[in-house]
């Protein structure tokens, strides 16, 4: 397998001599022909600014930094688990780069190959089942039938500029539709993509709602999605802060929605630091609950979510709450290889899965600035077993956990019982 790089102009090539290597965290390391997978469809290859390749010459197994050239790495799908990271060294230690999760990508078999592993049926997710001339269409339909409803105007442009997939499903009316709630957050995460300080080094690649919704604006939103049996409608979206800082408007909307129908299924992504906004959500007929979370040891968490008032215990306190209620729970686990996978971190998290009785492992690359990320959180402290060992120890120390991407509608005898009025 033959390393990939590109020339100053973004022109790509595979390099006639030198093999490929990856970093796993910071640490060069081969690729196995095990952590690869063929390009997916809908994967986009990118130059890493300010970064040189390193390939390994196949006879000595030195490493060789190509100057004057550029790394490689691919921006994979939504249900693609990135296994390794680009190999690289950067020329510009102050330089960050954008934020996107980049995976080692090689040339082998006349092809290109990455270091990643299917998590998830991408079929709701691909890209090519939302036209965007019919999504335009939708979209222009569902503004009129809703004309001052601002949140459907903010998803129109979701939708449509940034093709946000789970903002198009509220205008395609299917599957996971999207209902940000919230302009405010209760952290302050290092990698936000809707919010970042000016000084930050990086923009943010969405804008952030900033108004608030009324109790009658979510109402027609949920009511308006939840017409078929496997409707889920999505407090907590990327352009939004944390939606149980608005409470006060969910709680009502829901039970308004769950007197008229028992259709679908009401899910809240959050970081679930509020717990007793959680439980005033969850006692509202909340079906589905996912916990965002990078890590159950205290100091890596504080370092990346810079939490306000809140702490990881409450954050399992909401989780236990919400499971004891019979809510369908599932932590969205920002993924980075060579910490997933340290042994210190698999510990924590297991014993938080195995405590909090969650259900689902929803794998997300974790979308950052690997050199910031790094000098952020704590140095490993045990073995490192890399990302495909590390899923397999999860598969085997939690069998009865799914792992997967995205929020699935669970099976029949796990579903709760819906709380009509």
């Given amino acids: 397998m033959y390393l990939v790089y590109a020339d100053e102009k973004g022109n790509v090539y595979d390099h006639p001599g030198l093999f490929a290597v990856a970093r796993n965290g910071d640490i060069l390391t081969e690729i196995l022909e095990e952590e690869l997978i063929p390009l ?7 130059s890493l600014p300010d970064t040189v390749p390193i390939g390994m010459d196949p006879e000595t197994g030195e ?3 190509l100057d004057g050239c550029t790394a490689v790495g691919a921006l994979v799908p939504q249900g693609i688990t990135r296994l390794l990271l680009p190999g690289y060294v ?3 230690r102050e330089s960050k780069l954008p934020l996107f999760g980049y995976s080692a990508v090689v040339w082998k078999d006349d092809r290109f190959w990455v270091a990643g592993r299917a998590s998830d049926d991408i079929y709701k997710w691909d890209p090519l089942n939302f036209p965007m001339d019919e999504l335009r269409q939708r979209v222009e339909k569902t503004l009129e039938l809703f004309p001052n409803n601002r949140i459907l105007h903010h998803l129109s442009h979701c939708a449509l500029e940034y093709e946000c997939l789970t903002a198009s499903n509220n205008f395609f009316h299917r599957w996971e539709g999207s209902l940000p ?9 290092y990698g936000c993509i809707s919010e970042q300080p000016d000084d930050s080094g990086f923009p943010s690649p969405q804008t952030r709602m900033n108004f608030k919704p009324t109790e009658d604006e979510l109402v027609e939103v949920m009511l308006h999605h939840l017409q078929t049996p496997e409707s889920i409608i999505s407090f907590g979206q990327g352009c939004e802060g944390e939606p149980s800082t608005m409470a006060g408007i969910i709680v009502p909307a829901m039970r308004r929605v769950r007197a008229t129908t028992d259709m679908g299924f ?3 992504n959050t970081n679930a630091g509020l717990t007793d906004h959680i439980k005033g959500i969850v006692d509202a007929g909340l079906d589905l609950m996912r916990v965002s979370i990078i890590s159950a040891i205290d100091e890596h968490y504080n370092a990346y979510y810079r939490p306000r008032n809140y702490t990881l215990e409450n954050v399992a306190r909401s989780a236990e709450y919400a499971a004891s209620k019979g809510v369908y729970t599932s932590i969205n686990y920002l993924c980075f290889p060579g910490v997933f996978d340290r042994e210190e971190e698999m510990e ?12 689902l492992i929803q ?3 974790l979308n950052i600035d690997p050199e910031s990320y790094l ?14 060992q590390a899923i397999e120890i999860y598969q085997q120390e939690l069998p009865d956990v799914v792992i997967g991407s995205f929020t699935h509608i669970p099976p029949a005898e796990l579903r709760r019982r819906k709380n009509m009025a």
Avoid: D, H, W
């Fill in 181 to 189: 709630v919230s302009y405010t957050c209760n952290a302050g995460c």
């Fill in 375 to 388: 000098a952020m959180i704590p140095k490993a402290q045990g073995e490192v077993f890399g990302m495909k």
């Fill in 90 to 92: 950067k020329t510009n």
């Fill in 40 to 46: 997916p469809e809908g994967a986009t290859l990118v």
């Fill in 348 to 359: 924590a998290m297991i014993n938080f899965i195995r405590r909090t009785g969650i259900k």
């Fill in 266 to 268: 009401i899910n809240i």
């Fill in 63 to 65: 490493m060789i930094k």
């Fill in 363 to 365: 794998m997300r690359n």
